[in-house]
């Protein structure tokens, strides 16, 4: 693999090599295989022209639901978290039965059980703190469409950490049709002894077509207001 230097800046395909953009930086590949038009026509390349055409869905829904709760993400400084968001939805729309090979979608198979229960929970920082107390309620929320947390011995602060910080995102997302609404929440501190946390869906999702998705952004702060950085971490959940 070799990596563009100059001034030369585009994408595509050059005699023998391949060439794209990957976190910034132009790579370059040479390349293998049948050309385009051998893959778009000859009957041989059948389940590959299927399983570009799926990917290219699976890509699309990811990029869709990522730029819902872009707002959690500014300071994650996790550049992997599409790549591993499309590779679950993958997995999950291989749980559409109803669809042939070619057309298989995440929205059917994210209204199975085993769908759903492979993106709960998905954490969009792979090496971030996990709390299962906030897991849970998570869990909990796409149940009742209210999220819901109290002060318990099993809430995990680390060291010096005194409070949570919450940040929620409620999203409305129908891949098929390429409509996607969301709507992030003010800040919620949840302290020791303070009352439960309760915080619904926003009437504005209320009769929009599509999936109901909650991100949650937690972070940990010290008793001088400051947080502790090392620790925050984001989760993902579907209704």
């Known amino acids: 693999m070799g990596k563009l230097t100059g001034i030369i800046r585009f994408t595509g395909k050059l005699g023998g090599l391949s ?19 051998t893959i778009r026509k000859n009957p041989n390349y059948q389940g590959l022209r299927e399983r570009n055409q799926e990917f290219g869905l699976v ?3 990811a990029k869709m639901l990522r ?3 872009s707002t959690l993400l500014k300071e994650l400084g996790d550049k992997d978290v599409h790549h591993r968001l499309t590779q679950t939805f993958l997995a999950i729309k291989n749980l559409d039965t109803q669809s ?7 929205d059917i198979g994210l209204k199975t059980n085993e769908g ?17 107390a906030i897991l849970s309620a998570g869990k909990q929320a796409i149940d009742n469409k209210v999220f819901s947390l109290s002060w318990s011995p ?10 949570i910080w919450l940040d929620l995102v409620w999203i409305r997302a129908d891949f098929a049709n390429r409509k996607m609404a969301s709507e992030a929440l003010a800040r ?46 984001k989760g993902l959940w579907v209704v």
Request: charged letters at 25%; a neutral charge.
């Open 188 to 233: 919620t501190v949840l302290k020791k002894d303070s009352e439960p946390v309760l915080i619904p869906m926003p009437g504005t999702l209320e009769g929009k077509e599509g999936l109901l998705f909650l991100a949650i952004g937690v972070q940990y702060g010290r008793a001088d207001g400051s947080v502790i950085g090392e620790n925050q971490w």
């Open 59 to 61: 890509s699309r829904a």
């Open 116 to 132: 759903r229960n492979l993106l709960s929970g998905f954490a969009c920082r792979a090496a971030g703190r996990k709390d299962d």
């Open 67 to 69: 730029s819902g709760f």
């Open 100 to 106: 042939e090979k070619g057309h298989r979608l995440v």
């Open 19 to 37: 060439i794209y953009e990957m976190n910034g930086q132009h790579i370059v590949r040479q390349s293998y295989g049948p050309d385009a038009d």
């Open 154 to 163: 099993e809430l995990l602060l680390p060291k010096g950490g005194v409070e």
